[in-house]
Nanobody
């Protein structure tokens, strides 16, 4: 079983930075492509970023491109989301997820999900 636990969320001022972490319990972590999604109250869960199993390929939503960076450390079974130039619109619960199909921006292709971490950006 794959257990994903997000951490690093919190309150930050607009323009600030925050780094989220997602720790995976699976010993086969490197066999999964990973993604970050977010969901604000009353809105659908949306794609944020994805990274291939080796870390060599990444993909971003247009709304975060240039501001967010996804990375992973397979030796630590961890994926990260470095968020910079944060905006109030980035406020949401952020979730990490695992899939064997890299490039997907749809939630339905992800097999495992973390419980989420709250990110709040104040103006």
């Amino acid at each position: 079983q794959v257990q994903l636990v997000e951490s690093g969320g919190g309150l930050v001022q607009a323009g600030g930075s925050l780094r989220l972490s997602c720790a995976a319990s699976a010993r086969t972590f490197s066999s999964y492509d990973m993604g970050w999604f977010r969901q604000a109250p009353g809105k659908e869960r949306e794609f944020v970023a994805a990274i291939s199993r080796s870390g060599g390929s990444t993909r971003y939503a247009g709304s975060v491109k240039g501001r967010f960076t996804i990375s992973r450390d397979n030796a630590k079974n961890t994926v990260y989301l470095q968020m910079s130039s944060l905006k109030p619109e980035d406020t949401a619960v952020y979730y990490c997820a695992a899939t064997r199909l890299f490039g997907s921006i749809s939630t339905r292709f992800y097999d495992y999900w973390g419980q989420g971490t709250q990110v709040t950006v104040s103006s």
